[in-house]
């Protein structure tokens, strides 16, 4: 592959050694757009929870007592077979997990490429577009990021009734009423959104920093500065690491910027373009 180095030597008029570019930030809007789509299958969990569990525990024309035992003796078995057989259902999401994920990966490398690109153009004028093909290295990246998603996405409704079902016995184990088994599922339902978001808001984090290296080490970017998002929220940790000068092949010991879990930092880009 041409680096961006020879290209930028070779282009008459250009303003010379340039070393900095800006960095490549996460699409908000991508990240937006895989949170709607986790939290329609939140959403999609919350139904099915709601049509197939809560009438398993209405037994009209019996008293409270009876309704009780009822609960204890017959229907908590019955409702957390059901609850495992919901969970083994969702085998069949493996298609929707398939899809999702590679349509996200493939989202955030565009995301990366445009804005690259975009940063590169601006601060040399040179067109890297052409130059961005789809090397084996970005495609095994973008592959491994499409698997760690459909991995995180598969085990969203396995996990929400695994929960779910934890809740229902300790909760009929306390005396719980079969009433208080809607809010039982709703809970839950808020647990699991709060994970979708995290999901989302992590892993185009994660891809954003990913693509980014390996898009950069192609094009004989070598080297970046940490830059930290600026807020008090910035652990103390990439605090101490911001402004400092790294190689792509040789990070630190938390990793390149945007792949600890929740991290917000980037990498800002820096080349030499001293012929050597
Ligand atoms: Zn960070």
């Known amino acids: 592959m041409i680096e961006l180095a020879q290209l930028i030597r070779h282009a008459p008029g250009l303003r010379k050694r340039v070393r900095k570019l800006r960095p490549v930030k996460p699409s908000k809007a991508t990240e937006a757009w895989y949170r709607v789509e986790l939290l329609q299958l939140v959403d999609q969990l919350d139904r099915i929870a709601r049509a197939e569990l809560l009438p398993l525990l209405q037994t009209p024309a019996v008293d409270r007592v009876a309704r009780a035992e009822i609960s204890t003796s017959f229907q908590v078995p019955r409702l957390l077979e059901r609850i495992a057989q919901l ?12 899809r999702m994920a590679a349509q996200v990966a493939s989202r955030a490398l565009g995301d990366v490429d445009k804005r690259l690109s975009d940063g590169i153009r601006r601060s040399t004028k040179v067109d890297v577009t052409g130059l961005l093909a789809r090397s ?4 095994a990246t973008v592959q491994a990021a499409a698997k760690a998603n459909v991995d995180l996405i598969t085990s969203i409704p396995v996990q929400h009734f695994q929960r779910l079902a934890v809740k229902v016995e300790k909760g009929f184990a306390q005396g719980m009423r079969s009433a208080q088994l809607a809010k039982l599922v709703q809970e839950q339902t808020g647990v699991t959104k709060s994970r979708a978001k995290l999901i989302a808001r992590d892993q185009i984090g994660k891809m954003n920093s990913d693509f980014s290296r390996v898009r950069q080490q192609d094009l004989g970017i070598t080297h970046y500065i940490w830059r930290t998002a600026q807020d008090e929220r910035v652990r103390d940790e990439h605090a101490d690491l911001d402004g400092r000068t790294f190689a792509w092949s040789d990070p630190p010991s938390e990793g390149h910027p945007g792949m600890p879990i929740q991290c917000r930092c980037i990498a800002e880009p820096v080349f030499n373009l001293d012929p050597s």
């Open 136 to 139: 084996e290295r970005i495609n």
């Open 87 to 98: 969970a083994r259902s969702f085998g069949g999401l493996q298609a929707q997990a398939d």
